[in-house]
């Protein structure tokens, strides 16, 4: 119970703290955000941003993506790296997406993960994001700051996911991971933690953190 109170705290002031966090990888529509995701594995979003602007252009429906030529999405999405199985899942799960789900990105987790190269981190993204539901995107900065704030302890992020569902409250979920990420990304770095510029260091256990005094 001590947890979840704690946790409406923090999550209250990094709410003020990050007023704009959002998913930012650029995008206007459900397949954009997907194909998005799948691009920006191993990869940051800036970099997956430079590269959609053009591909995005080029490919306006999932019909576009469905046909084209595996070495010719692969030379235009290699910036983003892991490129041939990128480009393999791009096409694979845009074909499966017009031949079981009518042309239409799957609205549930059962049915998005079950396309090729997207599993519950992409899926939740997708249904957080593009679908208004409420769902928690386990990256490696949610992670890293909610081992650190003492709300998760498993190394699966799966099992992560539902640590996190009995911490966070339910209306929370897909916010809170976006000030999470800004917060991991600003403060909350994975080598050297700014704990004393931290806005949330009286409320965070800080496990695994070294102490000076
Ligand atoms: S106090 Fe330190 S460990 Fe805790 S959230 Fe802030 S920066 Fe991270």
Redesign the pocket.
Known sequence: MKLKQTAVKILDILEREYPDARVTLNFQNPLQLLLATILAAQCTDERVNLVTKDLFKKYQDVADFARAGLNTLEAEIRPTGFYHNKAKSIIRSCQMIIQKFNGKIPRTMEELISLPGVGRKTANIILGNAYDQQAIAVDTHVKR?TH??GWAKSDNPDKIELELMGVIPHQRWTMACHQLVF?GRK??MARK???SA?P??QL?L?VG?ARKE
Do not use: E
């Open positions: 700051v650190r704030l917060h403060i909350c933690p700014q704990c931290c949330i260091a965070c800080k953190i």
